[in-house]
């Protein structure tokens, strides 16, 4: 099982990417492809699927996207395609949003799920979804290179609870450096 992988995006297909990680191309299913450009290197969390006939990689930009996609496939009848149809908008909150007021029209507009498919989801879901994760390898390495930098940990953490921690290690560097420096 694999929870992340970080490589070189070296091609983007309409339902895929290609990512290089030491020399091999990984081809990992996405729910937007789009969302990358080619040679970025980036972080993809993974969800692997075996079957009888097919290993499957299943990648996603964000730790939320990849909980949600996995909450979704718990469904009865909701399958990895269908979960990446929800997933493709990019609307992580909207569909959370959605399951947590009981609105199985919302999830009708989305490829494959009717209104079935969809009242099963907000019956199996509704409550159930929490994300209070926290990226804490990001955040201590992003400490040790301010830090290593000069900066003080109390401006640190005030900066820190600005940043979108799904960034890359070195966006985050960046945006951080921008706000430490208006400060």
Same mark, same amino acid.
């Given at each position: ?8 995006? /070296? ?27 080619? =040679? ?8 692997? +699927? ?6 499957? &990689?299943?990648? =996603? ?9 996995? +909450? &979704? ?7 990895? +395609?269908?979960?990446?149809? !929800? %997933? ?17 029209? #919302?999830? /009708? ?11 099963? !989801? ?5 409550? +159930? ?6 990226? /804490? ?8 290179? &301010?830090?290593? %930098?000069? #900066? ?19 966006? %985050? !560097?960046?945006?951080?450096?921008? &706000?430490? /420096?208006?400060?």
């Amino acid at each position: 099982m694999y929870a992340y992988m970080k490589g070189i995006i /070296t091609a983007i297909h309409p339902a895929d990417i290609e990512l290089e990680v030491n020399n091999i191309a990984y081809v990992i299913k996405m729910p937007n492809p789009y969302v990358f450009k080619t =040679f970025d290197e980036v972080k993809v969390y993974l969800y692997q +699927k075996v079957s009888e006939d097919a290993i499957d &990689l299943y990648g =996603f930009k964000t730790y939320e996207e990849k909980e949600l996609f996995l +909450k &979704l496939i718990s469904v009865n009848g909701i399958g990895p +395609k269908s979960a990446l149809s !929800i %997933l493709a908008t990019g609307d992580v909150n909207g569909v959370i949003n959605a399951i947590d007021l009981g609105n199985a029209q #919302y999830l /009708t507009r989305f490829p494959g799920i009717g209104q079935k498919a969809s009242q099963q !989801i907000v019956l199996d879901l509704k409550g +159930k979804i929490n994300f209070d994760y926290k990226d /804490t390898s990001s955040k201590s390495e992003l400490s040790e290179a &301010l830090s290593s %930098l000069g #900066y003080k940990q109390k401006d640190i953490d005030k900066v820190m609870k600005k940043l979108d921690l799904n960034l890359s290690i070195e966006e %985050l !560097i960046k945006e951080a450096l921008k &706000l430490l /420096t208006r400060m």
